[in-house]
């Protein structure tokens, strides 16, 4: 029986002790009274009747006001205390009931409280002994996710549902070049924790190269691995190698189980048609010489002939003149296309300027011979470079100072200059002329035993940078002024951070080798194996149905419980309409911060790609899915993947509750807010909001997604409709 229905039962017995007696007696008295005196008993009581019903209607209200007390206390009150001790016992140990009400319930209250702190001193002692044995365990974990986070190499290791269970930073960035919307959705859409790889490679491709493998596995091959190439739907080129995960086992390769695989891709895009262009290059070389040569060699051959007449051998000359003239152009066509090629194949690389400034001082004292000396270095300046052509350009140039003007000492100096860097080459000495500076840009750098079919120019022209000569007449001083790019300035890694492993750890979960999609519907998997995207959009106002519109949606992920804080999305949206002060004052966006970003017709497609084949979360739900619903005609994009509201969720896990506003709820669940009025910071709310009533929804039996829905539809706040 409910709470309501015993507060009604405790009316309805006060009603009848109210009335019940008097009733019960006057029906004795009238039944004993004889009919001669029932008329002077109807005129004596009759009278006295609006005073006894006034009298009884005082008492019950009394009675009801007490009931009423009473059942506050002592019912809703235990209700709510019994709701305070499964938040201590689950989600938030920290939580501590209040003393209030009568005595009686206090002195539970404290009781309850004393108990819960040695519980706690109990469980501390249990973690940290936990905490200690799993150390070993961890640290060997951080291992793994520090390197394969280091890995130049791009790596993605899947089930064999083809579901991503890991991937570093590298294939990261790899993924997002491979974007249908790089400005939006940043290849957020394709690569992440349980998504599904066959977004970027055709299934066949990749069972065929599965069985490739595993024939390779019963011929007992030492290391079976398949390599394929294959087209993105981008028209990019990859190359990829695959490798098996073999079930933990004591038999041999051939015999145990393929429970994933392991991609190592490579764009070879530029590669390939850099390769091309060269085989074209060389195909020209050879075919195009091939005619010029047989040319040359035909009229040496006739110059041999001692009697042929002097006009014949003057044309025979030329000929050989004009072919060796056109196959030099050649040549130098050739050379200089392989130099393009060559700065066309250079990466770019952030380092720190003073390494750089360092480097190059070893290299030019070893090779030249010359002494280096530091002025004014900006030790905190970052540059994004090709080390290796820039220090060969500023050993070439040492190495010519040294040679022609007999410099004897260079020094350098690093500044900054906005988002540029000045890397000085400073040297004091005689003057040098613009035409010097300019045939040393020009030439191809060649000193010592190194021969480069590179020029000074080059090298600058691909920093996209500017190099000159300055004069320092007071200090008789001279030097190269090469402008760099800058690079943001990168964050030195705190040791203990990468031992605690707080960031590293979310870009895998090995737990997905155990999950299939196909294992059990939908609607009957438990709460705990979903995978869900968490959202929240800002709008300008909150009537959708009036011309509001979307100005941000902010999502995040949670994947076999775990809440994946790296993958994200998060876009400012153009609304193409007015913001309202009082809206600007809520979520802080202004009309400059909108201005330039895509519209809703360009957004909803890539969030639609991010929240694919998950359900979906949101705080108050039926309003976002409103604004949703309103662009589906407009965008062809439809949501229809099953939603959960942790707002009725909120309800039917704590009923006696007042407030389900996030605030409130996050309070109760001693989850810190960060970001309010943001997309991206309330939808990493709601997402740990979600995580911490799931356990509490199984107190209450609710274990399935079909489960968690039928409650939430029976919830009061499921009837606010947008």
Not at 57 to 80: C, D, E, K, S, T
């Amino acid at each position: 029986m409910t709470a309501r229905a015993r507060f009604i039962l405790a009316v309805c017995i006060l009603a009848l002790l109210m009335t019940g007696p008097f009733v019960v007696t006057a029906g004795l008295v009238w039944l004993e009274t004889g009919a001669a005196d029932r008329g002077r008993l109807i005129d004596v009581v009759v009278p006295h009747l609006p005073l006894g019903a006034l009298m009884t209607i005082v008492g019950f209200a009394l009675g009801m006001v007490v009931v009423r007390n009473l059942f506050r206390h002592y019912v809703q009150g235990l209700l709510r205390m019994e709701e305070h001790l499964k938040l201590m016992l689950g989600a938030n140990r920290e939580f501590r009931v209040k003393p209030e009400g009568p005595p009686e319930v206090q002195a539970l209250a404290h009781a309850v409280n004393v108990l819960a702190q040695q519980r706690d001193e109990l469980m501390q002692d249990v973690e940290a002994q936990i905490a200690h044995a799993k150390h070993s365990v961890e640290e060997e974990k951080n291992r793994l996710a520090a390197l394969m986070s280091e890995l130049t190499q791009s790596v993605v290791v899947c089930n064999l549902d083809g579901r991503i269970l890991l991937y570093n930073h590298r294939a990261r960035q790899q993924f997002r070049a491979l974007s249908d919307a790089p400005a939006v959705a940043g290849g957020g859409e394709l690569i992440g924790l349980g998504r599904s790889i066959y977004a970027v490679f055709e299934r066949n491709l990749i069972n065929h190269a599965l069985e490739s493998i595993q024939h390779g596995l019963r011929r007992s091959a030492g290391q079976p691995v398949a390599n394929f190439v294959t087209t993105t739907r981008a028209g990019q080129l990859l190359r990829a190698q695959m490798a098996p995960v073999l079930a933990v086992g004591q038999g041999s390769d051939s015999e145990r189980a393929i429970t994933g695989f392991i991609l190592m891709l490579d764009n070879i895009t530029r590669t390939f048609e850099t390769e091309s262009k060269r085989d074209q290059m060389l195909h020209t070389l050879t075919e195009g010489n091939r005619a010029a040569l047989a040319n040359v060699r035909a009229a040496a051959e006739m110059l041999e002939y001692p009697d042929l007449q002097e006009d014949l051998r003057e044309r025979f000359r030329t000929v050989i003149r004009d072919e060796v003239r056109a196959m030099s152009t050649r040549l130098d066509h050739t050379a200089n296309e392989f130099a393009d090629s060559l700065k066309a194949r250079w990466p770019l690389e952030e380092m720190l300027g003073a390494d750089l400034i360092a480097a190059a001082q070893r290299r030019i004292e070893n090779v030249v011979k010359l002494p280096t000396k530091l002025e004014e270095i900006d030790e905190s300046l970052w540059v994004k470079v090709d080390s290796f052509s820039l220090l060969q350009a500023l050993t070439y140039l040492a190495n010519r100072l040294s040679d022609e003007f007999e410099v004897r000492e260079v020094r350098f100096r690093l500044s900054a200059a906005g988002r540029l860097v000045h890397l000085d080459l400073i040297w004091s000495g005689q003057a040098m002329s613009t035409e010097t500076v300019m045939s040393w840009e020009l030439e191809p750098m060649r000193f010592a035993d190194e021969n480069s079919p590179l020029t000074v120019r080059d090298v600058i022209e691909r920093h996209d940078g500017e190099m000159w000569l300055e004069r320092e007449k007071v200090r008789h001083r001279a030097f190269f002024r090469i402008l760099l790019p800058a690079a943001m300035p990168q964050e030195q890694l705190d040791e203990a951070a990468i031992l605690r492993g707080e960031s590293r750890p979310e870009y895998y979960d090995f737990d997905l080798f155990n999950w299939s999609d196909k294992s059990r519907a939908l609607d009957d998997r438990l709460l705990s194996e979903l995978t869900y995207t968490v959202f929240d959009t800002e709008t300008t106002g909150l009537n959708p149905s009036q011309g509001d519109e979307i100005i941000q949606i902010g999502a995040t992920r949670i994947v076999n419980g775990k809440l994946l804080r790296q993958e994200s999305f998060e876009q400012l949206v153009d609304p193409g309409r007015y913001l309202s002060p009082e809206s600007v004052q809520i979520h802080g966006i202004t009309h400059d911060m909108l201005r330039n970003q895509p519209t809703i017709e360009a957004v909803l497609p890539a969030f639609h790609a991010f929240a694919e084949d998950t359900v979906l979360i949101a705080h108050n739900a039926a309003f976002d899915m409103r604004f949703l619903q309103m662009k589906e005609e407009a965008t062809g994009i439809r949501f229809d993947q099953p939603v959960l509201d942790t707002l009725l969720l909120s309800a039917v896990v704590h009923p006696n509750q007042e407030s389900h506003r996030l605030e409130a709820i996050a309070e109760r669940l001693s989850l810190p807010i960060i970001g309010r009025h943001t997309a991206l910071g309330d939808a990493i709310v709601t997402a740990e909001v979600f995580l911490k009533l799931i356990p509490l929804l199984a107190e209450k039996g609710i274990h399935t997604l079909r489960q968690a829905r039928e409650a939430a539809e029976q919830s009061y706040y499921a009837r606010v409709r947008y």
